[in-house]
Structure formats: C-alpha cells, structure tokens
C-alpha cells in the first residue's frame, strides 16, 4: 500500500575518513576503496513530508528548510540527488517533498554537512519505499539507502552504520562494494573501541574548491594511479593495525593519509591549499604534545582547513584537557567539538 502522504525522520550523523576517497568516475564511483569512523555528535536530522503530486509527469518539486527556514542554496545538489535515484526508486516522481532539515553542528563551520544530509534523506526516502514493500529485509533497506547516499555525496554511503564502514572494492573484505558502505566485520582490537574525535574548527569559510571539482581533478592527475594503489595498500595495512591493536601504526597511516589527500590537492591543476597556518601550527603543537608525553593522539583531515584530532578513549582526560589549553587558541572563535565514534543513523 503507498500512502498518499506522510512524514518520515532520520537522524545521520558525519563520518571521518582514515583512507580517503578522492577521485571517482563514472556515476559516483570511488577510485579507491576508503575506511571510516562514524561519528556520534556530528548529525543532521532530516524530516521528510510527501505528498501525492498533482502530475507525475514534470519535475520533483521539493522545498528545503534549514533550521525551520527556507534554504534555496541548498536545491541544486539535491535536485541532481534526485534526478541520479529516479531510475532505483521509480516513485520519487510521484510525490512533492518539504525536506526540513537540522544540523547539530553550526552551520558554515566547515564541517561538511553533505554526508550527514544526504544519508539521512536517502534513508527517508527508504522509508517510503518500505511502505509499498514491508517485506524487504534491514540489509536490503540498509544496502539501497546507502546506494541512493552515495549518489548524493559518496562519502555519505559511510554514514548509515558503524562504528567502521569501508566503502569500495577491496580484495581482502569479501562484503566491500563500490556501490555502497558495508559496516567493516573483521577483528577490531579492543584500543580502537570508542576512539575519541575532537573536531577543530579552524576556518569555517566557504571552501575553495567543492569535492566535485577536487575529484574531478584526479583524472590525469600525475600521481594518481599510485595514489590509488597506495589506498588499497593501506586499507590492508590497516586491517593489520586493526586486529594488533598497534595504535603507533594507527597513527602513521592514519596522518600520511591525511598529508597525502591534501598533497593531491597541492599537485593537480589548477593546485589549491586548503590548511591554513594555524592547521600547521595544530599540527606541530600535536606532534610536540606526543614525543613529550608519549600520547598516542594523532590528527587527520577532511578536505579543507579543520583539524580532527584522534585519541583513544583511555586518554580522553588528558588530550581534552590539552586541547583546552593549547590547541583551541587556534581555532575560530576558540570553537572545536568533542566527538566519539557511533554506530549509525536512527529513525526518530
Ligand atoms: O563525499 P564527497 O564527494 O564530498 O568527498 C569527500 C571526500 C573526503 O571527505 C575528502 C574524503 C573522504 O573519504 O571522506
């Protein structure tokens, strides 16, 4: 039975790479495979309100709300959102949309909302189609919202489940799959559970380059193919780490990739910097803080300015306090949040 109209919500929250992902082809498919943490309080809540259209045949209309007000900047990528799933869930045209929209994290702080955003309307939008199917199983439903995630913004296929999800073809995860996230199985050591996230906000300006253009710019990139390969390296050598419990490994795959993303972005063409100084100063106090005291904090980055600094739970005190006291001069306005790995996305 499909309703005629309705209200569904989800709340999804960010995730943070340990292998990136940047560059992809064809329709939103990665170059390489990439791991990540899902995050807990990084989230965007999203309800859906449908309603039967009165013709079927035009364009989807929809309206979004950010914060209970009107967002129209946000329309194009959601609109190229729902043009890509037309042909996975034919009904998508049959009904209009109010997508009403928050995010617990401030808005323009840099931290990327597309990943949040875009999972939890894919997941919306499964619960609509459960409607008119209610036999499918929670795998099929958790599968087909993280397909529909990732043509809305890739990285968000990674944040349905956790607190691991790989996504992308990798020879030694049987389940892993260009086309979706799968939640990551394998044996994770006790020193990775509940790793803290402490999220710097250094810049919360517009960035320079959109992760469409910065992906886009991997194709004839000089360092690309090896780039590739090294993701698929690291995502084995991370395996490892995972199962040894080896935190001293964690954190020096975990850095050069970050380093490495943004050495991509320093040597395509057009080239960009996306850190700023006080990015470099973080990093050199977190350095300085670890040979000092023989922290096993380390950082890593998403495409632009903000540090996330990552420590296991057992330092939680410590590094929260170092953070306070050293490292959120640098950030804007003395802003960062404190962050830990979660398992997923929720209905509400
Ligand atoms: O999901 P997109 O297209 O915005 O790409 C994001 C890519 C990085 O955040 C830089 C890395 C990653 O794997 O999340």
Redesign the pocket.
């Known amino acids: 039975k499909v309703l005629t109209q309705g209200s569904v919500t989800y709340q999804s929250p960010s ?3 340990l ?4 560059g ?1 082809h064809g329709e ?1 498919l ?1 170059q390489n495979p ?1 791991i ?1 943490f899902t995050l807990s309080n990084c989230h965007t809540t999203t309800t859906l309100s449908y309603k039967k259209a009165t013709s079927a045949t035009g364009e989807i209309e929809f309206d979004v709300l950010l914060d209970g007000k009107s967002e129209p900047d946000f329309k194009p990528k959601i609109a190229k959102f729902f043009e890509r799933i037309e042909k996975y869930i034919p009904f998508v045209k049959e009904y209009s949309y109010v997508i009403d929209t928050a995010n617990s994290f401030p808005h323009s702080s840099g931290i ?1 909302s ?2 949040s955003g ?1 999972s939890a309307l894919a997941l919306c939008l499964m619960e609509i189609e459960r409607q008119s199917n209610p036999d499918m199983t929670p795998a099929y439903f958790l599968q087909k919202a993280s397909f529909l995630a990732r043509l809305g ?4 296929c ?1 944040s349905l489940d956790g607190p691991l999800v790989v ?1 992308g073809n990798h020879n030694e995860i049987s389940n892993s799959s260009d086309i979706f996230g799968t939640s990551y199985n394998s044996n994770v050591h006790d020193n990775f559970k509940n790793y803290q996230d402490t999220i710097l906000l250094v810049d919360k300006g517009e960035k320079q380059v ?3 253009v ?2 886009g710019l991997m194709h004839g990139h000089a360092f690309a193919k090896a780039r590739f390969s090294q993701a698929h390296d690291n995502l084995s050598e991370l395996m490892r780490v995972f199962e040894a419990g080896d935190v001293d490994a964690f954190i020096k795959l975990v850095e050069s990739e970050a380093l490495t ?1 943004h050495a991509m972005m320093m040597t395509s063409h057009p080239y960009f910097i996306l850190m700023k100084p006080k990015t470099l100063e973080i990093i050199n106090e977190i350095w300085d803080y670890r040979q000092q005291t023989g922290s096993k904090v380390c950082f890593t ?4 300015a903000n540090v996330h600094v990552l420590y296991p739970e057992n330092e939680k005190h410590s590094v929260q306090d170092f953070i306070a006291t050293k490292l959120s001069k640098f950030c804007q306005n003395g802003h960062y949040i404190n962050d830990f790995v979660g398992n997923g996305a929720k209905k509400l």
């Open positions: 995730n943070i790479a292998v990136k992902y940047w992809k939103q990665p990439s990540s990327a597309s990943a875009m913004s890739g990285s968000a990674r996504w959109s992760s469409t910065g992906h993303l980055l998403d495409a632009g």
